[in-house]
């Protein structure tokens, strides 16, 4: 999901153990196939405010002793789904204690909070670079943040499933069905034309299954604030419920979790392809949300009885997707780079050289726009 500013940035944004662990070999995966895709922060200072984590490692710490009782091990084993699936043995994450991120060294580091068994989830997509607003601020609780619930009724209807796509943003990889180019052209914001999401496209955008559908258009929609508009007490035009699922930043302002679905403005995510048709999608990305979450009806694991919001351009289902894809490691191994070590290690593993039985297991011993995303 993604919250207002500075909603987002207080929310969302938003000496410990080391996690350090390798892979087991992946066959290739072609290169035709990989450059289909990758959606992820804009790490251009011209344009973008993020930037990926300094030496490839996610620093956290828990806002209370009782989040860390509930997400310490699904966090450690959501970092795991990602190594088991490929992720080189140089991505790591290490937990750090509460002072370490404090005072300035909040834009550096990441607070995980737990939302409870019935809560929401919400990521700070990669950190602050040196030129964000984000940086400049007073206020303590702005910052990156990660909020995780423990529910299984809601995304990959799996804990650990669900915190993996939670890493995935923290690392700085955006929802794969938000990128611009798959959207139509015509009633969609942001949208650059593409053939397999919106209304364009067969309907396979269904606003009106979303959970918060029915509030937002009882409540009459979103009042839009406009310092200019004297004559009406400083606010613009009332935004109705259809406006809302048509545009990200109105659907992002007025707290409506289309914001999760629609494409975000051009500028704020990078796709290394400018390719925008059905078989460009990534559908085994664990970045992109199964066509029930954040829908109405009942949800548990094995029994999903949620109603569709995006599906295939066809009307098939997107299903859940249970671990990250080879593109979603390409993805990574893309914005961050290799360590020539570590590429020497991944050729050891390949060939049953000497590292291959340590690299096997998780090592013991280390036991401005401020948006972000979460899920559904």
Known sequence: M????????????????????????????SKSSLDRRYYVINTDRSEGDRMPWPNRQIRYCFVD???????????????DIWLRKGLGSEFTISKVGRAECTGDHRFDTLMVYWSGDNGMMATFEGLPNADSIIRNSENPEVRPKMILTTSVRMGMLNQEQNFAHELGHAW??????QNPAFWSKGTIKNALGGTVFGPENGGNWRCENLKDYQDRLGGGGLVVQNPNNYNNGGFGPRIGVEELCRDYDFARKGQFSARDYLPMPKAMGIATSSGMGEDDVDWSSIMIYPSGAGAVGEASPGNDQRSYILTKPNGDPIPI?????????AAMHKLYGRSKSARAKDLLQKTGGTVTSTFKKLFPESAGN??????L
């Open 65 to 79: 002793d009782e989040a860390e009782r509930a997400l310490d091990d699904l966090i450690v084993a959501a970092h």
């Open 2 to 29: 993604r919250l207002l500013v500075p909603v987002l940035v207080g929310l969302v944004a938003q000496t410990g153990h080391v996690l350090a662990g390798s892979r087991g070999w992946q066959p290739e995966v």
């Open 321 to 329: 997707n249970d671990s990250p894809s080879q593109r979603d490691i």
């Open 370 to 375: 401020a948006d972000g995303s979460g899920c």
């Open 172 to 177: 700085g990889l955006y929802h794969e069905h």
